[in-house]
């Protein structure tokens, strides 16, 4: 069983048991968290629910396992000939959620 869940502006495809990293969300390591924006749901047997743009009802629920900062993006712009140069570094805070079950 799998679903299709949008947070932090993307989607997702979850499966019960499997880690997903996710825009920051508030909580901290070992908190339980709900995603209910869920776009999908489909089934071992083939039988989907497909939302109209969310399925009712349904709901993924997972632990917090890490907190954290992935790795540093470097951004370089250059205007040639004209002495213009800029560069800066960024790095995306996330949280790495467990999925425990999906519900719907």
């Known amino acids: ?5 949008r ?3 993307r989607q997702f495809r979850v499966a019960q048991g499997e880690s997903v990293r996710v825009e920051k969300l508030p909580g901290g390591v070992g908190d339980t968290v709900e995603l209910a924006e869920v776009l999908l749901v489909a089934g071992d047997g083939g039988a989907e629910k ?12 997972g632990t917090i396992v ?15 000939r004209k002495g213009y140069r800029r560069k800066y570094g960024h ?4 949280t ?7 519900e719907g």
């Open 1 to 5: 069983m799998y679903a299709v869940v």
């Open 7 to 9: 947070t932090g502006g």
């Open 50 to 61: 497909l939302g109209a743009p969310l399925v009712a009802g349904a709901k993924v629920v």
């Open 66 to 80: 890490a907190q954290g900062k992935g790795e540093k993006l470097t951004m370089f712009k250059m205007k040639r």
């Open 91 to 94: 790095r995306q805070l996330y």
């Open 96 to 102: 790495e959620i467990r999925v425990d079950r999906i």
